[in-house]
């Protein structure tokens, strides 16, 4: 399925083929129709601004009535509903990944905040919390990131 782009529209330049799927992949995502009715829609679209002297493609006038041109445009608008379509089927898997992904995340920055000594100003919220609160203060000379903000998330959660 991927070769497709490179099979169609072979009678016009690299840059005006470019420019046209670009358009039409455009127009695939503004309309909710089939392939064959956005080819229709795309044509009648260009023969009106060609008719106000306005096109959009110059090059596309050559090629308005030609049936090769509205087979590549059928083609390329059921490759796109095709890609849409595995798009959707995919986007669980995604998810999934992504939820993965963010779960790793913070093992490693846990596991980092466990290395590293706590900050000054950690230190000075965790004093004036237990202090609000009235709870005892735990001892802070060997407590790790992880452990200031596991302490002040537990005191927070009391509340």
């Known amino acids: 399925m991927q070769n497709i782009k490179n099979s169609l529209f072979l009678y016009l330049t690299p840059r005006q083929?470019?420019?046209?799927?670009?358009?039409?992949k455009s127009y695939s995502k503004k309309f909710s129709l089939n392939s064959e009715d956005l080819a229709y829609k795309f044509l009648e679209d260009e023969k009106y601004y060609l008719d106000i002297e306005n096109p959009h493609f110059e090059f596309v006038k050559d090629y308005l009535e030609d049936d090769l041109f509205f087979k590549d445009l059928k083609k390329f608008f059921d490759y796109l509903a095709y890609e849409k379509k595995q798009k959707e089927l995919m986007e669980p898997y995604l998810d999934k990944q992504k939820q993965i992904a963010k779960e790793l995340r913070k093992r490693a920055q846990d596991f980092k905040m466990s290395k590293l000594k706590p900050t000054k100003k950690?230190?000075?919220?965790?004093?004036?919390?237990?202090?609000a609160h009235g709870i005892a203060k735990k001892d802070t000379e060997n407590a790790s990131r992880l452990d200031l903000r596991n302490w002040i998330m537990d005191i927070l959660e009391q509340e």
């Open 122 to 131: 950690q230190l000075l919220y965790y004093e004036k919390i237990t202090k």
């Open 17 to 24: 083929k470019s420019q046209l799927l670009g358009t039409l």
